[in-house]
Nanobody, 124 residues
Framework: VQLQASGGGLVQAGGSLRLSCKASGRTLRSYGLGWFRQAPGKEREFVAGMTWSGSTAYQNSVKGRLIISRDNAKNTVYLQMNSLEPEDTAVYYC???????????????????WGQGTLVTVSS
């Protein structure tokens, strides 16, 4: 599975962006999907995840602002980002794992496939 992330950019605080992650090589229908981010000087952290059946999980700091969704027909996972804050500035990575269980969505080590990352910069 190859993952290609896109949609990052520069946005003012309070603004919105939608990240996309398109998969090729295999259908994502049976895959769990996740979004992680890494800010300068910090470790990579979990942002949002979704099991193959549609159950979702979010980091507490993004609940109500960021929304993960998927379109199996387009083999794409999205991250809708609203009410962005400067603290959301980071490189965002998508990840995939066949059959991942809900309790493992937040663990980067659980994922087999990663996209290349897309930079989101939120100005104050």
């Amino acid at each position: 599975v190859q993952l290609q992330a896109s949609g990052g950019g520069l946005v003012q605080a309070g603004g919105s962006l939608r990240l996309s992650c398109k998969a090729s090589g295999r259908t994502l229908r049976s895959y769990g999907l996740g979004w992680f981010r890494q800010a300068p000087g910090k470790e990579r952290e979990f942002v949002a995840g979704m099991t193959w059946s549609g159950s979702t999980a979010y980091q507490n700091s993004v609940k109500g602002r960021l929304i993960i969704s998927r379109d199996n027909a387009k083999n794409t996972v999205y991250l809708q980002m609203n009410s962005l804050e400067p603290e959301d500035t980071a490189v965002y990575y998508c990840a995939a794992k066949a059959g991942i269980i809900y309790s493992s969505l937040g663990a980067a080590s659980a994922y087999d496939y990663w996209g290349q990352g897309t930079l989101v910069t939120v100005s104050s």
